[in-house]
């Protein structure tokens, strides 16, 4: 169980994330941060500061091809986000949606932003390293898989099951 907070300071740790591993989207574009972060049932709260150099996306707005260059663009969102967890793929999804900027600008970020909205994003999660423990005279090996993870209450929960087996010495 880790509290908010904790993950919270976790997440500003690795910052910045890059956003651009997407098929709609080149240039660089950066979560550099993520404060106010609150937890619920498989949902989180939070405001982002974002930043991005040469953004253009291409596909397609309204069933119509749109080609859209942005350059470089600079804002804070109030986001929410749902999360799930896929065990048998070791994968975390998180999808945001933009609930409110805060700072005020221009109306291209605004489209970008809402096109970014609602995507799912994949964090692998790797497989814990197993502990080796000595209990009296003999050496155990706990491997542990992350069976579910889960937000609740303000916490983020991972779930293990070990798999505990005597070492042959």
């Known amino acids: 169980m880790i509290p908010a907070k904790v993950l919270q300071e976790f997440i500003n740790e690795v910052m910045p994330v890059e956003l651009t591993d997407h098929d709609k989207i080149s240039g660089d574009l950066r979560v550099r941060s993520i404060e106010d972060l609150k937890l619920g049932l498989n949902k989180a709260w939070f ?9 253009a996306y291409k596909d397609t707005i309204g069933g119509l091809p749109a080609n859209l260059r942005f350059g470089a663009l600079d804002s804070t969102l109030h986001c929410e986000a749902s999360i799930r967890y896929e065990s048998d793929k070791g994968l975390l999804y998180i999808r945001p949606t933009i609930v409110d900027q805060v700072e005020k600008g221009n109306a291209l970020w605004l489209l970008l932003v809402s096109l970014l909205s ?11 390293k197993p502990i080796a423990a000595r209990v009296s005279d003999k050496t155990v090996d706990i491997d542990m898989d992350i069976s579910d993870i889960y937000t609740a209450n303000g916490r983020l929960f991972i779930v293990v099951s070990p798999d505990i087996r005597a070492v042959k010495e």
């Open 47 to 55: 405001t982002t500061t974002i930043h991005g150099e040469n953004i």
């Open 118 to 128: 609602e995507e799912e994003y994949p964090l692998e999660i790797q497989k814990l």
